[in-house]
């Protein structure tokens, strides 16, 4: 039950579009469709972005959307805008436990 | 809407033990899972373990095993985590969070609880 791999920090201006990638193995990335991305703001509870890799809740901006390639999940932020920095995790469900990236800091320039 | 309403911030001692309650309010516990989550300061989430309470069945991260119980009360639509042995690495935001459907995603998040472990 190792923590997933996601780069430390991204960043990006207004507009840009960024990718934060997410590394696993395949037993949890690559071997399920259970990938998940959460937003934190600081001082607050994290918000699900993105579920079953590519899926977004209702209400969740189509600026956001997810993919997966083998072991690598990636989430896409378009037309960045100012109130999406924050941190993002991504995250890996088994069936048996659920996983952690370690975070990515999002700054928008 | 359901919404996770968690206790208040705990100080205890090394060694010690911490229970935390989350209570659904709004709603029922039906039949999605309770999980629980900590973030320690300026870090990132980890996932401890969750619960079926329909069915009272737990499981838990394997980091924590032996030291973590989570618990659900039905009847009050309340889950719990006790988490004993406690360290001052143990010094954490702890979170629930509900998963509805079997994605594993956590769609409701309790206001979290600062548990701070201190001499």
């Known amino acids: 039950q190792s923590a997933l791999t996601q780069p430390a920090s991204v960043s990006g201006s207004p507009g840009q579009s960024i990718t934060i990638s997410c590394t696993g193995t395949s037993s949890d990335v690559g071997g399920y469709k259970f990938v998940s991305w959460y937003q934190q703001h600081p001082g607050k509870a994290p918000k699900v972005m993105i579920y079953?890799?590519?899926n977004r809740p209702s209400g969740v901006s189509n600026r956001f959307s997810g993919s997966k390639s083998g072991n690598t999940a990636s989430l896409t932020i378009s037309g960045l805008q100012a109130e999406d920095e924050a941190d993002y995790y991504c995250?890996?469900?088994?069936?048996?436990?659920?996983?952690f990236g370690g975070g990515t800091k999002l700054t928008v320039l | 809407q359901v919404q996770l309403v968690q206790s208040g911030a705990e100080v205890k001692k090394p060694g010690s033990s911490v229970k935390v309650s989350c209570k659904a309010s709004g709603g029922t516990f039906s039949s999605y899972t309770i999980n629980w989550v900590r973030q320690s300061p300026g870090q990132g989430l980890e996932w401890m373990g969750g619960?079926?309470?329909?069915?009272?069945?737990?499981n838990y991260a394997e980091k924590f095993q032996g030291r973590v119980m989570i618990t659900a009360d039905k009847s009050t639509s309340t889950a719990y985590m006790e988490l004993s042995s406690l360290r001052s690495e143990d010094t954490a935001v702890y979170y629930c969070?509900?998963?509805?459907?079997?994605?594993?995603?956590?769609?409701?998040w309790g206001q979290g609880t600062m548990v701070t472990v201190s001499s």
């Open positions: 995250s890996s469900y088994t069936s048996s436990y659920t996983v």
């Open positions: 079953e890799v590519t």
């Open positions: 619960i079926i309470p329909i069915i009272g069945i737990a």
């Open positions: 969070a509900r998963v509805v459907t079997g994605d594993g995603a956590f769609d409701i």
